[in-house]
């Protein structure tokens, strides 16, 4: 797990995507029960896809989940549509074009830390400024834009609310997610792969926590060639020790258990996000909720 944990920004706040408790963060959500323990012995067949400049993942879930990147950009994209006709209702143009088409771009999965050595030996811990929604450039737009801009922001989100907050929610999708993940952590290959690594990080000389697998908090508070130096070691060996690979092919195989085990759910979700994709897309085009 790493210092600095992927983020999104979606309409009612901030949520954890690809990214497990780093130090300091705060407990998971518990309003979802745990699952029941799964076999994935069936599974022993299916891997994970990893884009190791990118830091990406692809993983079974993903087509079911209210957090991937399309349906992000799709949520964004209804807010900016109902934001900006509130703001032409008021007589301002809209912002320019491309803040309003860019797709959103997934940030590194660092559920088991960072394992991007070309973002860590750039940017350390942190994200590289192009993931993420775009923000909206306003300054160039003038006062009088900026300050009735939020109010048309929040506005937006309120028309959308009972959407946002089923997206928002511990849904199936969310508890599978959750769960795969704890499973890979406790269980006997996830522990061996994530020792292996750590191995590899102190052989580096760079100190990681007691739990031995997040780096020491202390790290933050160094300069920044510290830092680099730090998450890149942390990501090197995620890749030579081949842990970050079997890691995600844990997770994998996990989620795929868990989803054949949850199939009635899961289609039920996913009718849900059908509905909601509709409206997101009736919004896009009209600028309205119908």
């Known amino acids: 797990m790493s210092i600095i944990a992927g983020a999104m920004v979606t309409a009612l706040g901030v949520v954890l995507v690809s990214c497990a408790g780093s130090p300091g963060d705060p407990e998971p959500n518990d309003a979802a029960s745990s699952l029941p323990?799964?076999?994935?012995?069936?599974?022993?067949?299916?891997?994970?896809?990893?884009?190791?400049?990118?830091?990406?993942?692809?993983?079974?879930?993903?087509?079911?989940?209210?957090?991937?990147?399309?349906?992000?950009?799709?949520?964004?994209?209804a807010i900016d549509a109902l934001t900006d006709s509130c703001m032409q209702q008021k007589g301002f143009l809209s912002p320019p074009s491309p803040d309003r088409n860019s797709e959103f771009a997934e940030s590194e999965n660092r559920e088991f830390g960072q394992w991007s050595?070309?973002?860590?030996?750039?940017?350390?811990f942190a994200l590289p400024p192009n993931t993420g929604h775009p923000p909206t450039d306003t300054l160039a737009l003038g006062v009088p834009y900026n300050a009735d801009f939020p109010g048309c922001?929040?506005?937006?989100?309120?028309?959308?609310?009972?959407?946002?907050?089923?997206l928002e929610a511990p849904?199936?999708?969310?508890?599978?997610?959750?769960?795969?993940?704890?499973?890979?952590?406790?269980?006997?290959?996830?522990?061996?792969?994530?020792?292996?690594?750590?191995?590899?990080?102190?052989?580096?000389?760079v100190i990681l926590d007691p739990n031995r697998i997040e780096l020491s908090e202390q790290y933050l508070q160094q300069p920044p060639e510290t830092q680099i130096a730090a998450a890149t070691a942390e990501a090197e060996c995620a890749v030579s020790t081949?842990?970050?690979?079997?890691?995600?092919?844990?997770?994998?195989?996990?989620?795929?258990?868990?989803?054949?085990?949850?199939?009635?759910?899961?289609?039920?979700?996913?009718?849900?996000?059908?509905?909601?994709?509709r409206t997101l897309d009736s919004v896009i085009r009209e600028g309205k909720v119908r």
């Open 37 to 77: 323990r799964v076999s994935i012995d069936e599974f022993a067949g299916v891997t994970a896809h990893l884009d190791f400049i990118a830091g990406t993942v692809e993983l079974p879930l993903a087509s079911l989940s209210t957090q991937s990147a399309p349906y992000v950009t799709r949520v964004n994209r």
């Open 117 to 124: 050595v070309s973002i860590a030996s750039e940017f350390g």
């Open 153 to 166: 922001m929040e506005d937006a989100k309120q028309q959308l609310i009972d959407s946002l907050e089923y």
């Open 171 to 205: 849904n199936i999708d969310f508890q599978i997610g959750r769960d795969a993940h704890q499973f890979v952590v406790e269980s006997t290959e996830g522990r061996e792969a994530l020792g292996r690594r750590a191995e590899c990080i102190e052989q580096k000389g």
């Open 242 to 277: 081949g842990a970050i690979q079997e890691l995600f092919n844990l997770q994998a195989r996990y989620q795929s258990a868990l989803m054949r085990d949850h199939e009635a759910a899961l289609e039920e979700h996913r009718t849900r996000m059908d509905q909601i994709a």
